[in-house]
């Protein structure tokens, strides 16, 4: 419904899918997106199901070659269309990708707002 929370998860219990109501999450003022979307990450880490250590690489890009990483996000795009931005992150073990691993957060306006 418009105006709640919600979470959806896969069969594995796996969260999918998040939405939440308008006020819940004030970005930072003068924040790029880039920016909007790690505090976002940061503060929501565990309905997401990832830990602190997990979102502490998100301003990098994935590895080219294997290093000695446990799993985290990395950055992966910004992409704008029309007043929406969306950060996407990817999943990664080892700074490598993990196929159709990991996790967008959509702001919209000059602000940012999620």
Not at 30 to 43: D, I, K, P
Not at 63 to 88: N, Q
Not at 97 to 106: E, F
Request: charged share 20%; glycine share 8%; aromatic share 8%.
């Amino acid at each position: 419904m418009a105006g709640e929370d919600t979470i959806v998860y896969d069969e594995q219990g796996h969260p999918r899918h998040f939405s939440f109501a308008p006020g819940q999450f004030a970005a930072k003022a003068g924040a790029t997106a880039q920016e909007t979307a790690e505090q976002f990450l940061r503060s929501h880490g565990s309905l997401l199901q990832v830990s602190d250590d997990a979102v502490s690489k998100v301003g990098l890009r994935a590895a080219a070659a294997p290093i000695d990483e446990s799993a985290s996000l990395r950055f992966e795009s910004e992409t704008k269309v029309m007043d929406s931005t969306t950060v996407s992150y990817t999943q990664t073990m080892f700074g490598l990708p993990i196929y159709q691993a990991g996790v967008s957060v959509t702001m919209h306006g000059p602000d940012n707002h999620l």
